[in-house]
């Protein structure tokens, strides 16, 4: 994705922020999922879940503390939307499932803002895909 940045062009591959999704997964998968969003996570980012909870920072780092960790996800169909100067919107399908649940697909997506030289997480949301287990 190329943004226009004042006199300059901003170029930002999708890899750039689809390895901060996938380092997120990841610790949701090993159960170290607090740690890792209280980093990414900006001090005004929320999350928007599928189950009617809109959580801030703290609450998702306090949730994730006690959190049944995952034992796969996968992400397909990603794209990447301008959200203008510094900010990009990572959208995809997700899937995730842990022992005796149902799956769980829904579309996401992930705000990121480019902040002192690095990308945070500002808001993500999810939407559960119809007729699908949640």
Not at 3 to 32: D, F, Y
Not at 88 to 96: D, H, M
Not at 110 to 120: I, N
């Amino acid at each position: 994705m190329t943004a226009e940045k004042g006199n300059r062009t901003m170029t930002v591959p999708i890899e750039v922020v689809l390895r901060l999704e996938h380092q997120g997964w990841e610790s949701l998968c090993r159960g170290n999922g607090a740690e890792v969003y209280g980093q990414l996570m900006t001090e005004d980012a929320v999350m928007v879940l599928a189950h009617g909870l809109v959580l801030d920072r703290a609450a998702v780092i306090a949730s994730l503390d006690e959190a049944p960790t995952w034992d796969r996800y996968e992400i397909a169909d990603e794209r990447l939307v301008d959200a203008g100067d510094d900010g990009v919107i990572l959208v995809y399908t997700g899937r995730a499932s842990r022992a005796d649940e149902p799956e769980f697909h829904a579309l996401m997506s992930s705000v990121y803002r480019r902040l002192d030289g690095g990308w945070r997480l500002a808001l993500y949301q999810q939407t559960v895909v119809p007729g699908e287990p949640g």
